[in-house]
């Protein structure tokens, strides 16, 4: 299983219909360099268009987190805050749109924060403050 053509797959489904969900070429790039794997328990199904139970919390699927990422229209250099930081994706990929040391996350959970902050930094994201 290459876990890199599944992510390409995921992204590109996002990009055509039946979904239609991601249209911003940034969010897309920064969709296809972090590997979701990496915060999931189960590396299989990481790349399918669905939640995922995490610790208490919900995972966002990738069309829903696409969505919130483009709604929020970044620009290299802004200055983020992810509430509710869950396992760390979300805020992986706004790092890769405005560069990691210009992301901040909480989340009410000490628990997902100890685990977002673990995923963040073994994808390679450790400038991404918690």
């Keep these: 299983m290459d876990l890199a053509v599944l992510r390409e797959d995921m992204v590109d489904g996002l990009e055509v219909a039946p979904k239609n969900v991601l249209s911003d070429e940034t969010?897309?790039?920064?969709?296809?360099?972090?590997?979701?794997?990496?915060?999931?328990?189960?590396?299989?199904?990481?790349?399918?268009?669905?939640?995922?139970?995490?610790?208490g919390t919900r995972v966002l699927a990738p069309s829903t987190a696409a969505r919130l990422l483009q709604a929020l229209a970044l620009e290299d250099d802004?200055?983020?805050?992810?509430?509710?930081?869950?396992v760390g994706y979300t805020a992986a990929v706004a790092a890769e749109v405005v560069g990691e040391t210009n992301v901040h996350a909480v989340d009410i959970s000490r628990p997902l924060v100890v685990e977002a902050r673990e995923n963040l930094a073994d994808a390679g994201y450790d400038g991404v403050e918690l």
């Design 27 to 55: 969010v897309a790039v920064a969709m296809r360099d972090v590997p979701r794997h990496a915060f999931l328990d189960d590396e299989r199904t990481a790349y399918a268009d669905r939640e995922h139970d995490a610790l």
């Design 78 to 86: 802004e200055s983020v805050l992810i509430v509710g930081v869950g």
